[in-house]
């Protein structure tokens, strides 16, 4: 048998609320900045507040790609952020698409359709659907209403928010033949889509891929979702508008942004004279049962799949705020890596907040950019939560940096779902 | 350079060993088999709501849930479906652990849940969220059936859910039998769901894509799809764990193909070449040719854009055993069910594998006139007919956005 495709990454894009491109993550990362303001409006008016949004570059999108094919207007929130990312990412690495088809390559992204992405179709359930008279809970819907409502339905509206068109997109921005998926369902699905993209190459179907997430978070219904799972700080003091993952301040606060990295069979990445970024070490997906006997040693097996030799030098963690989560993650890369190990951790949601299934591809896009030395994060000091020492002391912590470091990162969800993925650093 | 079918030493071998499954025609295997045989229709007046306003005569409804407010359609009929796979399967406590997966396909997931909770933030000011509506936030997400099928079975391996449209499930059983044969996990529950609710109904109404009537595949007259609901989950595992615990093997996947047209977000490439690729891909992969294929299961969807796009392709992958008067029957198993978008490409297959293990050819009903210079291909328009020798099927499926999957299936004991 011969021995497994060894899988690279040579290249990296990048939205967050600090802008476009892996240099203005880096440069916000080792800044110390954060992109958090206050939410106007509507969403202000619900928990947390506050976020990190990125005013997206629409005049610039013709840099990327063809504007004739297609528009920033047919795509939702979360594919224009895909798509801006990944056309970055092609910019860099000179291979902006110019109509050529190629049938090797693929696209699988995480994602998660939002309401405003069907907005004139939720404008007419809105209208069809009431709450009994009477009653506190459910919603029946009204028949009688069905005229009024569809005249705010469309069929653009309901096309572009499919929920496969984040991937789509991507494929026919691209011109990419190969495998396409849009992973849905946890915030673990940007991880999910690495690691399928991984195996996609491992295992021959494709030789390139473009994978990652993209996700925003900013529509009323998700933010309210997300504070009723107890992940928003709504702290109304002082420390109401930053993040400080296990810590003794609990709570997140939302951002947007998506990471796409570019991956490939190291073979065909020298062939072609490619700066290799880092070399995939492995990816570990696990699925927790709730309030099943070892929660944690379920997580520290993801972890471990991630870096099957050794302990990493910097590790990404979800980073949730959700004291009861950070807990379990600390633990969880404790029983992974040793309790003597003391990794450096970059940690994002300090910096841009919780961004869904794009939080875990964003702290890959972290890791990669800090063992490359690409980025210096600022260390951040934390008044540690006691179960969380491992990676509250490891946010103050820098670790090494250049050829042979490795990280891990990793997406631990409240829903269960959990995947990691490990790197080592190239020169 | 094609995207390729994967290598050797990847290809442990995945067998089917249990369905589950609820469709317009009722809950349970036996039901629709039996519509399907018998070559009648599934499809029905819509109860759910009012069909006027999208001038509806029939769906795809599956009478065997009852709107029971506060539970959200999909999820129900995804219960109903693990009730009866689980079952099929004799999984239990042995199965349950790290090395099992659960990875679904849907198009909107818990759809009603979702979209009843909007209207709370419509009003103004905005409310605080409460906890009154706790449960419909709990199955806000897509992926929400798809983890909480995992708890109930037990399985802490790989649990995704692929957002795919028509080639949701396809795609989820191709995944699963990747995760198998990558060493990811040894057994993994797979399919997908999709509940008939106003929200997507009233999509493909504004997209022009219902009919106006009976759902009609590669026919003349066809004027568009019926949505339907339903929820179809498969058991896979690896044949070797399926021999040495004695279970039934109903199929064995000999190949997949998964290819994209890169054309354009709503219509298909009209030349057909990404379904083309995905089946070619499965051939690879499977180690055999166009001429080993007994009989096509295609999407069918009755829309012009697909059912043309599928002629097409078929017409160039199959061109030889065309000439030669030998092209393998081909059949749209949604004309008897209606187009159940998330669950369609596990139906499809589920469909597939009964006819196998029946040997027996089923029908496309409501087919009358078949597309010009189709005249010669076999779309059994009216009954099922036994076949002597149906050992392997090609099921294809396609969707919005350009994406194909083509999947290969074997007769178990061949």
Known sequence: MSAPRRVVITGLGVTSPFGVGPAALADGLSAGRDGFAPLEGRLGALPPGVGAKLDLPRKEFKLWFDTRVLRLSTMTRQTQLGCIAAGDLLKSLDMVPDGSKHLDRGAFLGSFIVPPDFAKQVRAIRILSHRPEGEETGFVLDDGRLAEAMKFASAFDFLRALPNMPSSHLSIQTGYQGPACTYLGSDASGMQAIGMAV??????????MIAGAAFSPFQEVHLAWQHKRGLWNTDEGAGGDRVRPYSTQAGSLPGEGGAVFYLEEREMAEARGATILAEITGYGQRMIIPDAAGQADVRAEALRAALPDGTPDWVAPSGLGRPDMDRLDDEAHRLAFGAQSAPAVVAVTPHIGFSGPATGPLGLAAALLTGRGDATPARITVDADPGCATLAGGLARAGRTGAGATAVASSFTVDGVHAAIGVRIEA | MVSGPRTAESQVPVVVTGLGLVTSAGAGVDSAWKVLSEGTSALSELTLFDPGPYGLEIAGESHSIERVPGQDRALQLLDLAADEVLGAAGWGDTQRGPE????????????????????????RPVPEPTDADRKAFAEYRPGFGTTRLAKRVGAEGPTSTVGMVCVSSSVALMHAVDLIRCGEARRVLAGGFEAFTQFVLTGFHCIGALASGPLRPFDQNRDGTVLAEGAVLMTLEREDDAIARGATILARVIGCGVAADAFHMTAPDPKGGGLERAVR????????????VDYISAHGTGTAFNDGMESVAFARIFKELADAGQMPPLTGVKSVFGHTLGAAGALDAAMAILAMRHGVLTPTVSHVAPLEGLEDWDFNPHQTRPVEGMDIVLSTNSAFGGNN??????????
């Open chain 1, 199 to 208: 195996q996609v190459i491992r295992s021959g179907q494709a030789t390139a």
């Open chain 2, 281 to 292: 891909q499965a051939f690879a992969e499977a180690g055999i040719g166009p001429a080993d």
């Open chain 2, 100 to 123: 099992t997966g659960v990875v679904l396909g849907t198009c909107q997931g818990a759809i009603e849940s979702a979209s009843a909770i909007h209207r709370s933030y419509a009003s």
């Open chain 2, 405 to 414: 999957s083509a999947l290969l299936l074997q007769r178990a004991g061949v």
